[in-house]
C-alpha cells in the first residue's frame, strides 16, 4: 500500500477565484448536473475531508445523497457513506453540528497535540480524535489514513488545506468547477490562500486532464501527479 491514499481536491469558485462571499450565508456556485457528479464522486471514495472552517461556515453532512449510490457502496461491503474526516487545530468543532451525523459512518478528526485531551472530551464516541502533531503535519495525518485503509480521499476545503496540500505535493488530482459569477471581494475567501506552489513552475508539473461544460458551469479536471492516469476512468 502506498503511503498515503489518491488525493483529490475538488472546489468551485467565481470566475474572479473566490468560493464565496463575505456574508453570513453561502454563495452557491453548482448546478442540478454539478451536484450529482460530486455525489458521484463522494461514493467512489474512501474519506472525504474537510478543516474546522469549512464545518462551521457550511455545516456540511458529507454523506451520499443518491440512494442508488448508497445501495452500490453497501453491495460491495462498504458503509453507505465514506468515512468523515476533519481537521482542527484547536478541537473545538460543534458535536451538535451535521459532520457528526450519521452514527454508522466512520469520523476521523485530526488535531494538534495540545488540543488532543479536550477534543476527545468534546467528541466522546462521535469521533476518533487522532493527534497529527504541532502544528498539523499533512503528510504524518495522510499516512494515518492510509494505514486505516483509505485508498482514495476527497478534499472538499477549505482553502488552508488544500494551498497545504498543492504547496507540499501532497494532491494527485484537481477538479474545479468555475461558475459565471463575479464576487470581487478581498474580504471572502478565495480557492487556495498565499503560498508557494513549485508544481507550477513555467507551467510545468499540473496538466489538464479534461473540460466539460455541464450547462452554465464549466469542471476541469487537472492532473497534479502521475498518478492521475491510473485513477482517469475511476468514477
Known amino acids: ?28 456556485f453548482s448546478n442540478d448536473a454539478n451536484t450529482e457528479r460530486v455525489d458521484e464522486v463522494r461514493a467512489s471514495c474512501d474519506a472525504i475531508l474537510v478543516g474546522a472552517n469549512t464545518i462551521w461556515r457550511n455545516n ?15 453491495a460491495k461491503g462498504l458503509a453507505p457513506s465514506p468515512m468523515k474526516v476533519a481537521v482542527t487545530a484547536r478541537g473545538d468543532i460543534d458535536p451538535a453540528l451535521r459532520f457528526f451525523e450519521d452514527p454508522d459512518i466512520a469520523k476521523i478528526v485530526y488535531c494538534t497535540a495540545p488540543a488532543i485531551e479536550k477534543a476527545k472530551e468534546r467528541f466522546g464516541n462521535a469521533a476518533t480524535v487522532v493527534d497529527a502533531g504541532d502544528p498539523i503535519g ?24 488544500q494551498t497545504q496540500l498543492l ?14 459569477s463575479l464576487v470581487g471581494d478581498p474580504r471572502a475567501p478565495r480557492f487556495v490562500d498565499d503560498g508557494t506552489f513549485p508544481a507550477s513552475r513555467n507551467g510545468r508539473g499540473i496538466r489538464l486532464g479534461e473540460a466539460r461544460q455541464m450547462g452554465n ?8 501527479s502521475d498518478r492521475f492516469i491510473d485513477q482517469f476512468y475511476g468514477w
Not at 14 to 27: E, N
Not at 60 to 70: I, K, N, Q
Not at 167 to 180: F, M, N, T, Y
Open 167 to 180: 504547496g507540499e505535493g501532497l494532491a494527485d488530482e484537481l477538479q474545479l468547477v468555475i461558475a459565471p
Open 138 to 161: 499533512l503528510p504524518r495525518m495522510l499516512s494515518d489514513l492510509a494505514e486505516r485503509g483509505v485508498r482514495r480521499l476527497l478534499v472538499e476545503g477549505g482553502g488552508a488545506i
Open 1 to 28: 500500500m502506498t503511503d498515503r491514499p489518491y488525493t483529490l481536491l475538488s472546489c468551485a469558485m467565481s470566475i474572479d477565484g473566490y468560493v464565496d462571499d463575505a456574508s453570513d450565508q453561502p454563495m452557491v
Open 60 to 74: 456540511p453532512r458529507l454523506a451520499v445523497w443518491s440512494s442508488v449510490l448508497r445501495d452500490e457502496r453497501v
Open 217 to 224: 458551469l464549466v469542471l476541469l479536471r487537472y492532473a497534479l
